[in-house]
């Protein structure tokens, strides 16, 4: 008898296998597909995710891809490079995209603003809205992120950058967006002068806001594809509202 326990395991191994693959195309035929992933620069113990915008994106492009309703962008007040106060209000009949920086990052930063510059381009013949929010105002006043706008050729009238509070900033990447931010003081961020500053971690991606506030998609900001993907939405938002508007 010990010869005939092989096929009866290797007939045991095929339908287990044949199990995991029905199990698998079930489950990519369902609206939960979408992948979830960590985020690249996510502080530990903070739930950061980034969502890959392929089953999950949403059919409708002014609603929220799966798995991204419960993001929001809390209530806030903050001011512009010109001192100027911003509110949500900010987002009402607009499409936004919004990212998080600091002038004195030498991380990530620099390839984000790029692939902003990028997008503000590419999306030149349409009233698409850019808002970088600085994730540290106790260094980045006004006067400084005026001159950071200037030094990139942003044009104030689509493209602004925000400061104020570190709290109410913090607060929309911990307690809104999901995403996180903290401190590295292991990380050190080295000035002409000698002196020095901890990094500050957050994540390089760009948050579509639609007309109505809510955040539609979010995309990886290194990543041509998604950026692609990104301008193709906001396209889609905007014929939506001219037709209905």
């Known amino acids: 008898m010990p010869n005939a326990a092989k096929p009866v395991g290797a007939l045991i191994a095929v339908l287990a296998i044949s199990a995991g693959v029905l199990i698998a195309v079930l489950n990519i035929g369902k609206r939960g597909a979408a992948t979830v992933t960590p985020a690249p620069h996510s502080p530990g113990g903070v739930p950061n995710i980034v969502i890959d915008n392929g089953p999950g994106a949403s059919t ?15 209530d806030f007040e903050l001011v512009d490079q010109d001192g100027r106060p911003v509110t949500q209000e900010a987002f009402k009949n607009n499409v936004t995209v919004v990212s998080f ?10 390839a984000l603003t790029g692939a902003t510059i990028g997008l503000t381009q590419k999306l030149k013949d349409t009233p698409v809205r850019f808002l970088s929010i600085s994730v540290d105002p106790e260094n980045d ?5 005026k001159k950071y706008a200037a030094d990139h050729s942003a044009d104030p009238a689509r493209w602004s950058f925000l400061t104020g509070k570190k709290d109410v900033v913090w607060s929309m990447l911990r307690s809104g967006l999901k995403w996180g931010i903290e401190e590295r003081p292991e990380e050190r961020i080295m000035f002409n002068d000698g002196s020095s500053m901890s990094n500050i971690r957050h994540p390089g991606w760009f948050a579509l806001v639609g007309p109505d506030g809510r955040v539609l998609a979010v995309y990886q900001a290194s990543e041509d594809e998604k950026l692609e993907q990104l301008m193709a939405r906001a396209r889609s938002i905007l014929r939506v509202m001219k037709k209905t508007g």
């Open 101 to 110: 920086f600091f002038t004195r990052c030498t991380f990530i930063c620099p």
């Open 60 to 74: 409708d492009p002014l609603k929220p891809d799966y798995n991204i309703e419960p993001l929001r962008i809390p």
């Open 141 to 145: 006043t006004p006067e400084v992120i």
